[in-house]
């Protein structure tokens, strides 16, 4: 009776029920180990809290992007990680997609030797385990970079030697109004550019939208540079002596040799995937797209950015976005080679000296659910602009 | 007729909860050691060491651990067991260690671990003693022309490990002497060596044994020296679990047993012959005189059976600590009436 009821006549019902269940299945397994966690640090004298947050975390981090020393809280050390975390991840998906698009162009060349060189860099990377990559770039460049004294010198402002990157430290006065106006700068091409589709679109009408941009993005701050007394002035690292044989620099900005290994091994790791990515786009356009373009007039620039391009795109964005994730989440083995991001840092320093694995686990957890699911967000909005548009 | 199967769920979900609080809930607070009688049930004694130190707890090439962490182990693995090699081995890295114990995967912790407020305090654990009294120093290279700590100026790199007390005792110390620095910790010690000895950092700071222990794996172990400074105490000890006391006092007295041993003169070699002993101070060692392993539920030959399969404190440190050139003087390691700080309340 009841399930005649159910089956037939209350769909509503009959899709709701085994949703239901599941739910409180899987609610009740998650209630079951969290009492019986809770019961057992209750047995053992440990405490449940996150009150640990705000302590003195009394370690120092190597870098940091904000202030931070061991006088600031755990809270802060996480932050910490978590921009280092990004910073490693955002510098590898940039260098990641280049040189990914770059790959998977030249695996396609009529060029024997680019096709086949492309090739086989696709195939070493692709097949060797990212860890062992990571520890190759990082000691391969400790091994192969010169100690401070001898370090690789750039016209004498920049040095890059087994201690670090030393670069020129920007120090700016009015950065304020500078960053507006680049703000400013790009609010006004979005303008240009949607007056130049307008042009496009009802008059025919080309315009260089590429060259008026990039004046705009130029002459914006340079005005401010003229007549809003922003100025920028450069401080150069310096060789310092700190006993007979030991030598560091000081002054200027130090990009640690683990971030630089970690950069490399992430991006040169996952370009050969978003390679094949793009090999398969470009391959998935159909000649006849190309040749029919060609028919109409439109030159090689053209068909590639007008014809090929957009429809490539559909078939690269879903699975590049996979592979962005990927990298924000390898870039956890940064603990290796003393990369401070969010694992070293928080799930690594701060669980040890709190002792507070349940609470930073599920946080460290947490943070890279939500890095994950603002890439996906992301990327599923890029992909549906990419979308075909049906009318 | 919905909301009756509703009411059914709802049932269902709230004796589930009630089934699952009711299993959490039993357990600690009773007077039996449950620690034991798993041990018992088991057969060996879950221990859990540190993933390669030379002289602490290191695997040979055929995975046999040795060292004198490991031989805390193997005490505790005599008394209860009868058999000194009864003991299965976790290696684990310094984040995982106090997780390890405190949820059951091992029931001794003997991993040079030191000794806090914090830990002791605050995450359920429980230090039973110190088996070696260390303190954290600096390893720097022979030709830079560092000769003490005074010497380290602002801008130095330090390599070290985290999750250690070594980061924190590394920033007291750089900020007491108000020099700035840079700290390198990498997860493994292998790795921290191996940045130190391509020149990543400017000195190695860890526990001066560890330092000692280290220095062997260098590519050219003469070329770098320890300095003379120890800028903290680190009281290595073993650990277990907060809440089972009989446990507790096990693994205690089972270290105390082998200190108390070379006070007393009592090896491995000549324990069974002093079984007659004028001396009830060894004849309580022994097990010749007194009831004390009834205290844990033991018979009276455990502290004789440690004696025998493990050796004396003396003997342990010499065999894997001096006779490996790691630290040849015993220092503060010492019996107190040696001019050392080994000291064990009496076994009585």
Same mark, same amino acid.
């Given at each position: 009776m009841i399930f005649k009821k159910f089956n037939i006549e209350n769909k509503k019902a009959r899709d709701l029920i085994p949703q239901a269940i599941t739910v409180l299945a899987l609610l009740s397994v998650i209630v079951y180990f969290a009492t019986n966690a809770q019961i057992n640090m209750g047995n053992r004298g440990i405490s449940f809290g996150f009150?640990?947050?705000?302590?003195?975390?009394?370690f120092d981090i190597t870098f940091s992007m904000i202030e931070y020393d061991g006088s600031h809280s755990y809270g802060r050390a996480f932050l910490v990680g978590l921009l280092n975390t990004i910073l490693v991840s955002v510098i590898g998906i940039f260098f990641a997609t280049i040189m990914g698009v770059i790959v998977g162009v030249s695996r396609l060349s009529d060029n024997y030797l680019i096709a086949k060189v492309a090739e086989w860099y696709v195939e070493i990377f692709r097949n060797i385990p990212l860890i062992l990559q990571i520890f190759f770039w990082y000691f391969a460049a400790l091994r192969a970079l010169p100690l401070p004294e001898n370090g690789i010198s750039f016209y004498d402002i920049s040095f890059l030697t087994i201690k670090g990157w030393y670069v020129p430290k920007f120090i700016w006065t009015n950065f304020n109004i500078f960053l507006l106006s680049i703000i400013a700068a790009f609010i006004a091409i979005y303008f240009i550019n949607s007056y130049a589709t307008k042009q496009r679109e009802q008059f025919g009408k080309q315009i260089p939208t590429l060259i008026i941009s990039f004046l705009t993005l130029i002459l914006i701050p340079l005005i401010t540079f003229l007549f809003l007394g922003v100025s920028l002035t450069f401080e150069y690292p310096v060789l310092k002596q700190l006993s007979p044989t030991v030598f560091t620099y000081a002054g200027g900005v130090s990009i640690i040799p683990e971030l630089i290994a970690l950069a490399l091994a992430l991006s040169m790791y996952t370009a050969t995937f978003i390679a094949e990515n793009v090999r398969a786009g470009i391959l998935g356009v159909g000649k006849g797209q190309k040749e029919a373009a060609a028919s109409i007039g439109l030159n090689k620039n053209q068909i590639l950015k007008l014809v090929v391009m957009p429809q490539a795109l559909r078939i690269i964005i879903p699975p590049t976005t996979n592979q962005y994730l990927n990298l924000t989440k390898n870039s956890s083995l940064a603990a290796a080679i003393a990369y401070p991001d969010i694992v070293l840092v928080f799930a690594g320093t701060a669980l040890m000296q709190t002792g507070r694995a349940i609470e930073i686990i599920s946080i460290t957890m947490l943070t890279y659910l939500t890095l994950s699911i603002s890439i996906s967000i992301f990327m599923n909005w890029y992909n549906k602009k990419m979308a075909i548009k049906e009318k | 007729m919905i909301k009756s199967i509703k009411t059914w769920i709802l049932v269902g979900f709230a004796s589930l909860l009630l089934v699952a609080c009711g299993q959490g809930g039993g357990g600690a607070g009773s007077k039996k050691s449950k620690t034991l009688d798993n041990t018992k049930k088991a057969g060996f004694v879950k221990c859990g060491v540190s993933q390669g130190l030379p002289g602490f707890s290191n695997a040979d090439e055929a995975g046999n651990w040795t060292g004198i962490d490991v031989d805390v182990c193997r005490a505790v693995a005599a008394a209860v067991l009868g058999d000194a090699d009864k003991v299965k081995y976790t290696p684990l890295s310094a984040k995982e260690r106090f997780t390890a114990l405190t949820s059951g995967e091992i029931d001794v912790l003997a991993r040079n671990t030191t000794w806090t407020l914090s830990r002791d305090a605050d995450i359920g654990l429980t230090f039973v003693g110190v088996n070696f009294y260390d303190g954290q120093g600096f390893m720097v290279r022979?030709?830079? =022309?560092?000769?003490?700590?005074? #010497?380290f100026k602002n801008g130095i790199s330090a390599c070290t490990n985290t999750g250690t007390t070594t980061e924190l005792n590394m920033r007291d110390f750089f900020n007491s002497k108000n020099i700035s620095y840079e700290p390198i910790a990498f997860e493994k010690a292998d790795e921290v060596v191996a940045a130190y000895d391509a020149g990543r950092c400017d000195t190695y700071t860890t526990d001066k044994s560890g330092l000692a222990a280290q220095?062997?794996?260098?590519?050219?172990? #003469?070329e770098h020296k320890v300095l003379p400074e120890t800028i903290s105490k680190e009281p290595l000890g073993p650990v277990v679990r907060q809440g089972d006391a009989v446990w507790e006092d096990i693994v205690r007295w089972s270290l105390n047993t082998m200190i108390e041993a070379e006070e007393y003169g009592v090896n491995s070699s000549n324990a069974s012959s002093l079984? #007659?002993?004028?001396?009830p101070a060894i004849k309580r060692l022994v097990g010749? %005189? =007194? %009831?004390? =392993?009834a205290a844990f539920g033991? #018979?009276?030959d455990w502290s004789l059976r440690i004696i025998e399969q493990v050796g004396n404190y003396g003997e342990s440190y010499k065999k894997h600590i001096a006779d490996t050139g790691i630290l040849p003087n015993r220092g503060p390691n010492q019996l107190w009436t040696k001019g050392g700080i080994l000291y064990v309340p009496p076994a009585r």
């Open positions: 009150g640990f947050l705000n302590q003195e975390a009394s | 022979k030709n830079s =022309g560092i000769n003490s700590v005074n #010497d220095r062997t794996k260098m590519s050219n172990p #003469d079984k #007659d002993s004028e001396n010749s %005189e =007194g %009831e004390l =392993g033991l #018979d009276n």
